[in-house]
């Protein structure tokens, strides 16, 4: 089994709204909860009671695609509104993301980091300090998990920034990404996803849920071709559709009637119903 640690602040953990895109199930990908491997079902973070969709998903069905005989884990570390400060290295959340790696290590081979954080250091100036800070932290992170070659893809800030609701808060984005280029291009295994053309919720500052699929496709891109996604990819929508475009196998069909009973959106006669033709079928 293979894992990927998820790490950054909200657009990481994710703030799309569930119900405006189709859920992704697969058995195949997994999530550390609680200290065993979940079944992934969405929102994959718990820092808010907000949380929902995020890059994550759609970056495992890639995976999943081009790896069909294993598996994949995502390790949930990400928390909203933390700056590149609270990722200190003797900051607990740091602290945290490398014992949930640790622990995820013990029954599965970390292949990479997913990074989405930003906003909060994209005001005041705080673009100055950031790239020392972030190159630190990426090098803590290998050296704590005992793997210097390690692969960390850095997703880029979305260039709706700076202009309307909570997004006024963060007009220096583009210092950022422009760090993030720069790290990308000096530091080995780095890899960038851009920002570009995604679009946000009502807020002005979390990515929509339908940009987050794209956005995991971009991940992946970076991730599995090893190279800095500058632009837009020209097959991205029809990556996302194909991610959706899959027959559900039998497992994955009776854990969808499971979820859908216990949100209360079908009722116990209903549940039993469905639950017999998937047994018999």
Known sequence: MKSVLLIGQSNMAGRGFLDDVEPIINEKIKVLKNGRWQFMDEPIHSDRSVAGVGPAASF???????????????????DGGTSIEDWSTNQPLTRHAISEAKFAMETSEIIGILWHQGESDSNNGNFKQYKDKLITLIHHFRNELHNETLPFVIGGLGDYLGKTGFGKSAPEYAEINKIFEEICTSESNCYYANGIGLQANPDGIHINAKSQRIFGVRYYDAFSKRHNVVKPLANEQQRVAQIYDRKLTKNEQLYVQFALFSKNKISFDTFNERMATLHNS
Not at 66 to 74: F, I, K, R, V
């Open 60 to 78: 495992a069905a890639e995976w999943i695609a081009a790896h069909p005989n294993e598996t994949l884990g995502l390790i949930p570390c990400a």
